[in-house]
């Protein structure tokens, strides 16, 4: 399946347990694909981020490189499971697909990284996978069929067998009370595509190589519980309505929609209005250096926008802000990656992000952005609150500056060698790999990530928020809060273990440009810390929305629920 005059490129890396799925695919299905080598970590999608492999070009120019989409698109190009398949296969198939990339996979991820690189085997590996191995022949047994969606191959048998060979290999380690799945994963093994496949991909130059990308990555972590279809558990029991709930709801439908309260209609800007339940909802503030995509929305303003929509149809007075978030060292990252300054990356990712937000009819009744002017009025009257309060400490503190570049390195302009793990992409805040906070100075071997030299420690004076004086009174607040409020176990474990442990002075400066100005002699070239500016920005953008942006953020009396949802996504 080799042509230069083909009209597909697939790349694959030695070594890459997709790459197993995706070219025994396209053996499978015989599709017409030009097959290119690349090795791991190889940058052949330009809109990622981040090097992803395997990815198929299509013949106009695009990608696809979740390998699970790209087995499925050789199958369909074959047309074979369109002629095979009903519809209940069909829809088990989509089942299984979306188990096997939410469920088995991170645990074949965590199994391989535990075995490959940290040397684990046997039931240290094993207990891994045996929730989902233990899934998967139940799923053969009860349909008492050769494949796992009946008794023809189709992609889901190879998106399933490519990412268990890596660990199983020829199956003889599977257990007997995994009969079932060993005969039907030998079985696979026999087939020419998938024979094949192995020869090509894995080899001991790519086992070898996936273990050197393995070793620089983060250790992945498990979560998985819920089974491939939407069948309730035995256990679970449905809530039933009383026959008192169901005449209500049978009396109120049967008056019809003439009945319902007309629709409120409110003012524009929209502002808080006495007598009426007044409802604030902000999605939490998507940060502007990359174009959204369904994770972004999903995990940011999907929930938000819905509880919008409910807020309206209760006829509640509901106003929905959000807006870019565009202060902060990734924002510089970005620009100098693009060749463009930060305020023109934020002016050409703030338009990219509306418009995504447009097509999705995310009903935002305002989205701005934190680069206003309201942000710095704003803000800078915050501080200057905490410095007449006296909140506010000063300290000198050790940094790395780059001398050629004269500057001091922020954050994400430095990289080095963790002191804690050795992992040698470790960033100037934290490492990804084994999660530790890390300052800085304590990198070892550190480069400036602009010109790659080595940076060298000066003092800097700094600003920090006092944070011990406040903690008296947050203690207070967070018994009340904890008591009266729906707080999370783990929202509850983290803000016990901060106080337990007593809050710290925070740094809320940096030796920035791109940020709000700091408005204090002996400070004037320096920045907010994006942490201490970031959040005033769901302030600032309901301020450039109305002048009487106070009314709902000073007027609890009125404002009867205020809902933040989600998490801030920082890039």
Known sequence: SSSSSSSMRLFVSEGS?????????AKASDAPVELQWVPHGASVVPFLSHPWVPALMLK????????????????????????????????????????EATELQPAVSAALYHHVVQGKKGEEVWEILRQPLNYIDQTLTKKNTPYLNGDAESAVDVVFWGALFPLLQDGTLLPDDLKVLR???????????????????WTRKGVQELKAYLQKRPAPTLAFERPATNEPKEEE??????????????????????????????????????GMRNVLITSALPYVNNVPHLGNIIGCVLSADTFARYSRLRNWNTLYVCGTDEYGTATETKAMEEGLTPQQICDKYHVIHAEIYQWFNISFDYFGRTTTPHQTKIAQDIFHRLLERNYLLTETVDQLKCEHCDRFLADRFVEGICPFCNYEEARGDQCDKCGKLINATELKKPQCKACQRTPVVKPSQHLFLDLPKLEDRLEKWLAFSQSTGDWTPNARFISRAWIRDGLKPRCITRDLKWGTPVPLDGFRDKVFYVWFDAPIGYLSITANYTDQWEKWWKNPEQVKSLLILGTCRRG
């Open 237 to 274: 029991s449905l809530q039933r309505l009383s026959e008192e709930e169901i005449a209500a709801v049978a009396e109120v439908w049967s008056r019809g929609a003439a009945a319902l309260p007309k629709p409120w209609k409110p003012q524009q800007p929209v502002v808080p209005v006495e």
């Open 17 to 25: 347990p997709g790459g197993l799925k995706v070219l025994a695919a």
């Open 60 to 99: 106009e120019g695009s990608f696809l490189f979740s390998p699970n989409a790209i087995c499925q698109y050789f199958f369909f190009l074959s047309r074979k499971e369109e002629s095979d398949f009903t519809q209940a296969q069909s829809n088990f198939a989509n089942q299984l697909f979306e188990w």
């Open 183 to 201: 005969n039907w994963f030998q079985n696979m093994n026999l087939k020419e595509h998938c024979k094949k496949t192995v020869e090509a991909v």
